[in-house]
């Protein structure tokens, strides 16, 4: 059982659309992270956030912790091929830096 | 400044084998992990490392996993004998932060391009 939950684990949209993706868990986090994965690469930190109903942007990507600080979603404007990766979210829990199973994002031109 | 650094980038064994990865962290890093992520998966930690202390190896297979970090600088993951569900990527990391505080002010972790194994 995963504590978190990604959705949607695959996403295929075309250039300039705007996309979603949700980070899920039943559990409480003291902060959560997203990381962006590149195939052969090490997944890199894109923000944190520590305070229920934090919103973080950066660029033209948005970033909220839910309120009750067991949830997350990453939103995505004008999707661009660059955006293409792996987006992983990862909580913070006793210590723990724990990592949900990823969204596969693909953009095409 | 050097990133982490992974070495083998790519293994591929017979199963019953051992292996061994290295991984040196960014310098000054005190706290450095080893997470195992298969295909298609996030990472998953595998040990985490406080200086020359391990903190967390509760997900750590025993029975076939062992890993150092004799001096608290670079650390050495083995697999003895490998499994072929053994095969994925190893990926290390470090953190400025101690591990600590990821309840608070949450420390960015570092990794290195991983070690992806094949065992056949």
């Known amino acids: 059982t995963q504590l978190l939950e990604q959705s949607p684990q695959f996403l295929s949209i075309q250039e300039g659309e705007n996309l979603t993706v949700y980070c899920n868990s039943s559990s409480v986090f003291s902060s959560l992270q997203w990381y962006r994965q590149e195939p052969g690469e090490g997944p890199v930190l894109l923000v944190t956030?520590?305070?229920?109903?934090e919103v973080k942007k950066l660029k033209r990507l948005t970033f909220q912790f839910g309120d009750a600080r067991k949830d997350s979603s990453l939103h995505i404007t004008a999707a661009q091929p660059g955006d293409t990766g792996l987006y992983l979210c990862a909580g913070g829990l006793a210590q723990k830096l724990v990592f949900g199973q990823g969204t596969r994002l693909t953009i095409n031109p | 400044e050097a990133g982490v650094v992974q070495s083998p980038r790519y293994k591929i064994i017979e199963k019953k084998q051992p292996v061994a990865f290295w991984c040196n962290p960014i310098s000054g890093h005190n706290t450095l992990y080893w997470y195992r992520q298969n295909l298609g998966q996030g990472p998953e930690l595998l040990i985490r490392?406080?200086?020359?202390?391990?903190?967390?190896d509760s997900q750590l297979p025993k029975d076939r996993f062992s890993a150092e970090r004799l001096k608290g600088v670079d650390s050495t993951l083995k697999i003895q004998p490998a499994e072929l569900g053994d095969s994925a990527v190893y990926l290390c990391?470090?953190?400025?932060?101690?591990?600590?505080?990821?309840?608070?002010?949450?420390?960015?972790?570092?990794f290195g391009e991983g070690s992806r194994l094949t065992v056949l």
């Open positions: 990391a470090s953190s400025l932060a101690p591990g600590q505080a990821l309840n608070r002010n949450t420390g960015e972790l570092f």
């Open positions: 956030v520590v305070t229920g109903g």
């Open positions: 490392y406080e200086n020359e202390e391990a903190v967390d």
